[in-house]
């Protein structure tokens, strides 16, 4: 008797440190321009309660807004293009456009609860600072709210069969994931700031 994998969630890491067209450097000055200069993003997250600072409801393309977002846009969509390829997405005439960009920065103890990403096809996000002690990302099995009668499992079961995988980056750490599988980011638990850029690919 044998058994086999089926109907297998993907998760994309790619270390873009040393990358053509990709700076960290560059990309944590932009974030910061944007936590300091932009009004809107600051005053959205003040009155949703956001525990740092997040440009996502922001007016305008985040790649109009410096030359570091425009060349991580670059980055972003050869690797989306990689990432289709592995899933076997057919997308006949279309292809994966890049619907959204914004920057996130995380104050001590702040986190994001669980989510998806409605109509987009690829989410997933550029880590550009995460200091000793800030989360990892949560990834929920996309089964977890089918499995009614099953028990826990094993400490040590392979990470394929656990309801949660928490994936730890690093500054310069790309993760990328199918934009229906919900995850989230448990309270920061470092003394400083994490910072990162999310997107959201769509298929037109």
């Known amino acids: 008797m044998t058994s086999r994998l089926l109907f297998a969630t993907r998760l ?3 270390e873009l440190e040393g990358q ?24 959205w997250s003040k009155t949703n309660g956001y525990p740092g600072y997040t440009s996502y409801s922001s007016p305008g393309p985040l790649w109009t807004r ?3 977002f425009a060349d991580l846009k670059t980055t972003l969509d050869r690797h989306a293009k ?35 990403h409605p109509h987009s096809v690829i989410s997933g996000t550029v880590y550009v600072a995460v200091p000793p002690g800030a989360s990892a990302l949560k990834l929920e099995d996309p089964r977890l709210a089918m499995m009614m ?3 826990m499992r094993k400490p040590d079961a392979p990470a394929d069969q656990q309801p949660f995988v928490y994936e730890t980056p690093a500054p310069g750490t790309l993760l990328m994931w199918e934009s229906w599988l919900r995850h989230e980011v448990p309270p920061n638990g470092a003394k400083t700031e994490r910072v990162s850029v999310s997107f959201n690919y769509g298929w037109r």
């Open 20 to 43: 053509r067209g990709f700076d960290l450097v560059d990309l944590a000055g932009a974030c910061a321009m944007m936590a300091a200069e932009d009004t809107a993003g600051r005053a």
């Open 12 to 14: 994309y890491r790619a």
């Open 66 to 68: 410096a030359s570091a």
């Open 82 to 116: 990689a990432f289709a390829g592995e899933l076997g997405l057919d997308l006949a005439s279309g292809r994966l456009r890049l619907d959204s960009l914004w920057v996130n920065v995380l104050k001590a103890g702040g986190g994001h609860t669980g989510h998806i």
């Open 149 to 151: 009668a099953a028990p």
